[in-house]
Every structure is written in structure tokens, then in C-alpha cells.
């Protein structure tokens, strides 16, 4: 019972506030800033990044490894 009627009246209050608010979320006219551009852009940077050279670095270690380190290690060499 105690918990249902605590519940039911912060439902109620909350109910009530916003009735009593809404004329405050009429929209108006701003200008908004689109903050995302920021990490967008960043993350086209990022990829291009983790893509290009990133990769052609990890080609470059990964053949030198199958070519020399492997070989090596498994005693073929």
C-alpha cells in the first residue's frame, strides 16, 4: 500500500508540473549550434587515418612477420 500511494502521488506531482509548464515548451526562434560537427569531423579524420596509413603500416609488419619472424620461429628458416 505505502509504496503504490508514494508512487502514485510523485506520478501525480510530476503530472501536475508539467500540465502547469507547458506553455513554457512553446518553441521559439534560435539559432541552435549543432555541437556533433565537432566529432564528426573529427571521426572522418579518425577513419581516414585508421584506413590509409594505419593499415598500410600494419600490411607492411604483418608480411615482414610471415616472411621472416614465422619462418624463424618454426624453424624452416
Same mark, same amino acid.
Given at each position: 500500500?505505502?509504496?503504490? /500511494?508514494?508512487?502514485?502521488?510523485?506520478?501525480?506531482?510530476?503530472?501536475?508540473?508539467? *500540465?502547469?509548464?507547458?506553455? %513554457?515548451?512553446?518553441?521559439?526562434? /534560435?539559432?541552435?549550434?549543432?555541437?556533433? &560537427?565537432?566529432?564528426?569531423? %573529427? @571521426?572522418?579524420?579518425?577513419? &581516414?587515418? %585508421?584506413?590509409?596509413?594505419? @593499415?598500410?603500416?600494419?600490411? @607492411? *609488419?604483418?608480411?615482414?612477420?610471415?616472411? @621472416? *619472424?614465422?619462418?624463424?620461429?618454426?624453424?624452416? %628458416?
Amino acid at each position: 500500500g505505502v509504496h503504490i /500511494t508514494e508512487s502514485l502521488g510523485i506520478l501525480m506531482f510530476t503530472a501536475l508540473g508539467f *500540465v502547469l509548464f507547458l506553455r %513554457a515548451l512553446d518553441p521559439e526562434n /534560435t539559432i541552435s549550434i549543432d555541437t556533433d &560537427w565537432f566529432y564528426r569531423r %573529427a @571521426a572522418r579524420y579518425f577513419t &581516414w587515418l %585508421a584506413e590509409k596509413p594505419l @593499415a598500410r603500416y600494419e600490411k @607492411a *609488419v604483418s608480411d615482414i612477420s610471415e616472411t @621472416a *619472424v614465422l619462418p624463424f620461429l618454426h624453424g624452416t %628458416a
